[in-house]
């Protein structure tokens, strides 16, 4: 019983480099998000996709890109890296809502450094 | 976006309840109050959540205000894998048949041993 999986765990890049965070969840879930977390700080959503084949952008979308491949994986890009984008990375799946009431399963994080 | 307000940290003694606080003042009529924890370098684990009534499960009670501008996480007894950061957080609608939490800073629970 995997739940949500993120590959890789931990990443170093060169600023300018590209990168794609993987996610997969074997919930048969409808939704998916994308989070970073500062040190000190709550997560903030950067993308999530309500359904397969949706998109939409979260607090802080600028630099990254998304793609739904299906319904159980949802994959995060960085075109071109910049050390500002140093941050552990979570994705998380649930339930389509009906009325807010489905709770979200997080995977353990990608922790990504850009120098 | 709907906002909630909690205390940055709070200190309990292992095997003593613990009582969590949380103020959402402009909760509307249909926001779900979640309540999530992060234990140190994973991510957040659901917790519980409720809308109007109190609600208990095997981790722990949540109280409701009867106005919904508060709410209380308990734990009965607490240990020291409960240490962790403690986030209240709306479940707000965002559009498009879409809901979306939104993360503050949450509170910082030490357990003593």
């Known amino acids: 019983n995997a739940g949500v999986t993120q590959t890789p765990k931990f990443q170093v890049l060169k600023t300018g480099q590209s990168m794609t965070l993987q996610c997969a969840q074997d919930?048969?879930?409808?939704?998916m998000y994308w989070y970073r977390q500062d040190p000190g700080m709550g997560l903030r959503l950067i993308y999530y996709?309500?359904?397969?084949?949706?998109?939409d952008k979260g607090e802080v979308p600028n630099g990254y890109n998304v793609s739904r491949l299906n319904k159980r994986e949802f994959s995060l890009r960085l075109e071109s890296a910049a050390p500002s984008q140093t941050s552990v990375y979570f994705c998380?799946?649930?339930?389509?809502?009906?009325?807010?009431?489905?709770?979200?399963?997080f995977g353990d994080g990608t922790r990504l450094s850009i120098l | 976006d709907a906002k909630t307000t909690q205390p940055n940290s709070m200190e309990s003694n292992e095997e003593e309840p613990v009582h969590l606080p949380c103020n959402h003042s402009?909760?509307?009529?249909?926001?779900?109050i979640h309540w999530y924890r992060q234990l140190p370098s994973q991510g957040p684990e659901y917790v519980i959540h409720?809308?109007?009534s109190n609600v208990n499960n095997r981790m722990a009670s949540l109280a409701i205000a009867e106005d919904r501008k508060s709410s209380t996480l308990i734990l009965h007894r607490a240990t020291l894998r409960d240490a962790a950061v403690y986030y209240c957080?709306?479940?707000?609608?965002?559009?498009?048949?879409?809901?979306?939490?939104?993360f503050g800073k949450g509170t910082k629970l030490s357990v003593i041993p």
């Open positions: 409720g809308l109007t």
């Open positions: 402009t909760i509307s009529g249909t926001d779900y």
């Open positions: 998380a799946s649930n339930n389509k809502q009906v009325r807010g009431n489905q709770p979200q399963h």
């Open positions: 919930m048969n879930h409808n939704s």
């Open positions: 957080i709306l479940n707000s609608y965002s559009g498009a048949g879409s809901y979306q939490l939104t």
């Open positions: 996709s309500a359904s397969e084949g949706t998109t």
